[in-house]
């Protein structure tokens, strides 16, 4: 459908983008990404969520470009938490597109945690919360570390560091998804040798995303092969100020 205004509608730009990545949404799941781009626009001031206004863009660089991370996920129910948040990307597409999949959302800001609760409640979604907590501690919680099968993050940090942030909280034989750029991750995975070691993770591989309209975007995959060393991650701020 077109907006009112006889634009096209972010709902309109993934209808006709998503086939390219394998996959075919419901209308259900199209209608809740529209509510979902409406809210971010009205939220957009008080949680500071995206500069992205723009239908297009939105769906495109926000939508789009998380959905991209399901190419690298297995079937069946898992336990995700996606890393550094922010207005729910990639973690809140992927549920509604995977309905099976119990997601937490780590944010460490209070007003972006507060949206992300009432997107979800708007969204009437289950199986999924937001937390507002900082990596470098939750990660330390039993009831967080080596719980999850898949940890994702877009745009938070470079990888050493997200190895460090991520990497404790999944379970042996689990994953670290890493959204990149080409060139980001061309020059991140060798820097970030040191820490998968470290941490006990182990490259898989960097897959590049297939679609036009997300050009020069991969997947840093990360095989998480034994627990994480209990000093990891470090005190809050310090994997960034000093990587691995």
Not at 7 to 32: E, I, K, M, N
Not at 85 to 94: E, M, Q, S, T
Not at 132 to 147: F, G, I, K, S, T
Request: glycine residues 8%.
């Amino acid at each position: 459908m077109t907006g009112s205004d006889g634009h096209f509608t972010a709902r309109d730009r993934l209808a006709s983008t998503v086939a390219d990545l394998g996959l075919s949404l419901t209308p259900r799941q199209l209608d809740a990404f529209e509510m979902y781009a409406r809210l971010l626009r009205e939220g957009k001031r008080e949680a500071n969520l995206t500069a992205l206004t723009d239908p297009i863009d939105v769906a495109d660089k926000h939508f789009l470009d998380s959905l991209t991370v399901l190419g690298a996920l297995p079937d069946g129910p898992l336990r995700v938490i996606d890393i550094g948040a922010g207005a729910g990307f990639p973690g809140l597409p992927l549920k509604i597109v995977r309905p099976d999949l119990d997601v937490t959302l780590l944010e460490a800001t209070g007003k972006k945690v507060a949206w992300l609760q009432r997107t979800i409640e708007a969204l009437r979604l289950s199986g999924v919360r937001a937390l507002a907590a900082r990596a470098e501690e939750l990660a330390h919680d039993a009831a967080h570390r080596a719980e999850y099968d898949m940890a994702v993050a877009r745009a938070v940090a470079p990888l050493a560091v997200l190895c460090e942030l991520c990497l404790p909280f999944v379970r042996p034989g689990g994953r670290l998804i890493a959204q990149k750029t080409a060139a980001g991750a061309t020059d991140e995975v060798p820097a970030a040798a040191r820490a998968m070691e470290l941490l006990g993770g182990r490259l898989v591989e960097v897959r590049p995303v297939k679609h036009q309209a997300l050009p020069n975007r991969v997947l840093v995959v990360v095989e998480q092969t034994a627990l994480a060393l209990r000093d990891y991650p470090r005190r809050s701020g310090l994997p960034a100020k000093r990587p691995l």
